[in-house]
């Protein structure tokens, strides 16, 4: 997780204050501790339309990770039932042996297998390559090492925009609660004032 400076003054400023990201580039949103002294300068309405706004990113990459994750775990999973099946075509390759393959979604054929000393894998883009056994398993192990490491920082990326989902959670509670304390306080004052005139 890296860490920069940004210069740049903006009254408004309740994203990415901290400019601190994730290896994906999803900013960290910052605490606002004292809302008092954040709101003093700034338009209550703006400040709540900003939190929003923030709220609304969160979400979207809380939605956009999960379908990430989910389509990761399930290629990592294809990925090492490939390799499953290098090793089993090894283990048999001095004999014949009865496979099914599948013709299309749902629909199965029979073929038999003899003695094979090579395998095809699909590369994708309607691109099949011939390959020993040993080159196939590096291949695939490759393209596992790099799903799972995908998936790894999917997950962890989650975990830390569900943090921040909580967070601007708490602000935009935080910042309202301070906006019906100021309302009544205001409204107070006007009733103290027009007593004192009546007097």
Do not use: C
Request: glycine content about 2%; proline content about 2%; charged content about 30%.
């Amino acid at each position: 997780m890296a860490t920069t400076t940004n210069t740049n003054e903006d009254p408004y400023k309740i994203l990415f204050e901290q400019d601190i990201k994730t290896a994906t580039n999803i900013p960290m949103v910052t605490f606002i501790s004292n809302v008092e002294e954040f709101v003093k300068d700034k338009d209550i309405e703006d400040v709540f339309k900003q939190l929003q706004e923030a709220y609304q990113k969160y979400k979207f990459f809380e939605s956009k990770l999960s379908n990430n994750i989910s389509m990761l775990t399930q290629r990592s999973k294809q990925l090492q039932e490939s390799l499953d099946i290098v090793n089993h075509v090894e283990n048999k390759s001095n004999e014949s042996f009865q496979v099914q393959y599948e013709l299309s979604e749902g629909v199965y054929s029979s073929a038999e297998v003899n003695e094979p000393k090579s395998i095809y894998l699909w590369l994708g883009a309607n691109v099949m390559l011939e390959y020993s056994f040993e080159e196939a398993r590096e291949v695939l192990r490759k393209n596992k090492d790099t799903v799972d490491r995908q998936l790894r920082e999917s997950i962890q990326d989650l975990g830390f925009v569900k943090d921040q989902i909580t967070t601007t959670d708490v602000n935009v509670s935080r910042v309202y609660n301070y906006d019906i304390i100021q309302k009544r306080k205001l409204k107070q004052s006007g009733k103290t004032t027009e007593e004192e005139e009546d007097k």
